[in-house]
T-cell receptor, first 121, second 117 residues
C-alpha cells in the first residue's frame, strides 16, 4: 500500500480563521513533507520532517505551522492566511530520510497524497 | 544549486504518435531522477525512477526514460500515446549527498501533454 491520505479535500477559509490540514501514511515511512502547488506550477517544498523532527523549513511564513504528532501523522496549522496562499497543499512521505545524519543523505522515492485545495477569501 | 529544465511547456499529439519529453538537470554529483504524472484533477503519481544501474528505466503504462549522464538528461518516452495519457508531466531530481546534508526533491516546471483522439 503506497497511499498517503489527506483531509480535507477542499477548504475555504477567511483571513482571520484558524484551520488545520491533516496527512496520514501507514507505510512506515520516516520522512514526511509539505509542498505547496500553485496552478500550472510545480510543487514547492515547504517543510520536511525526519523521524518526527523538523529538518527543513524553506523560509515559510509563520502563519503556516507544521506539526508531526507521531510517525504516521503530519499536520499543517493555518492562521491569518492571505489570499495569495490559496493553492493545492500536498503531503508526501518517503521510507528513508535524506536528513538522517547518521545514515547519510540518501534520497528515496516520495509518495504524494491527493492534496488539499485551499481557498483563502 | 540544483535546477531542472523541462524544455516543452505544452505538447500536443494525436493518438498513436510517439512521445519524447525532455528533462535536463544541473548538478555535478550523483543524482536520483524521477518522472511524476498528474492527471487532471488527480494527485501526483510516480511514473518511474532511476537510482542506479541500467540507465534505461521502464515505468508504468508503457513509459520509459533514459538517463544519459554525459548530457545531464533524463528524457521520458512512450512509443504510442493514448488519449488517457493527457496529463501534466514533472521531472524531478534529488541530489545524493552523504553526511546528513540536504537532499531536496527539485521539480521541473512541468510539461502539459494533450493527446487528441
Amino acid at each position: 500500500d503506497t497511499e498517503v491520505t489527506q483531509t480535507p479535500k477542499h477548504l475555504v477559509m477567511g483571513m482571520t480563521n484558524k484551520k488545520s490540514l491533516k496527512c496520514e501514511q501507514h507505510m512506515g515511512h520516516r520522512a514526511m513533507y509539505w509542498y505547496k502547488q500553485k496552478a500550472k506550477k510545480p510543487p514547492e517544498l515547504m517543510f520536511v520532517y525526519s523521524y518526527e523532527k523538523l529538518s527543513i523549513n524553506e523560509s515559510v511564513p509563520s502563519r503556516f505551522s507544521p506539526e508531526c504528532p507521531n510517525s504516521s501523522l503530519l499536520n499543517l496549522h493555518l492562521h491569518a492566511l492571505q489570499p495569495e496562499d490559496s493553492a493545492l497543499y500536498l503531503c508526501a512521505s518517503s521510507h528513508r530520510s535524506p536528513y538522517s545524519g547518521l545514515a547519510g543523505g540518501l534520497a528515496d522515492t516520495q509518495y504524494f497524497g491527493p492534496g488539499t485545495r485551499l481557498t483563502v477569501l | 544549486a540544483q535546477s531542472v529544465s523541462q524544455h516543452n511547456h505544452h505538447v500536443i499529439l494525436s493518438e498513436a504518435a510517439s512521445l519524447e519529453l525532455g528533462c535536463n538537470y544541473s548538478y555535478g554529483g550523483t543524482v536520483n531522477l524521477f518522472w511524476y504524472v498528474q492527471y487532471p484533477g488527480q494527485h501526483l503519481q510516480l511514473l518511474l525512477k532511476y537510482f542506479s544501474g541500467d540507465p534505461l528505466v521502464k515505468g508504468i503504462k508503457g513509459f520509459e526514460a533514459e538517463f544519459i549522464k554525459s548530457k545531464f538528461s533524463f528524457n521520458l518516452r512512450k512509443p504510442s500515446v493514448q488519449w488517457s495519457d493527457t496529463a501534466e508531466y514533472f521531472c524531478a531530481v534529488n541530489a545524493v549527498r552523504y553526511g546528513g546534508s540536504q537532499g531536496n526533491l527539485i521539480f521541473g516546471k512541468g510539461t502539459k501533454l494533450s493527446v487528441k483522439p
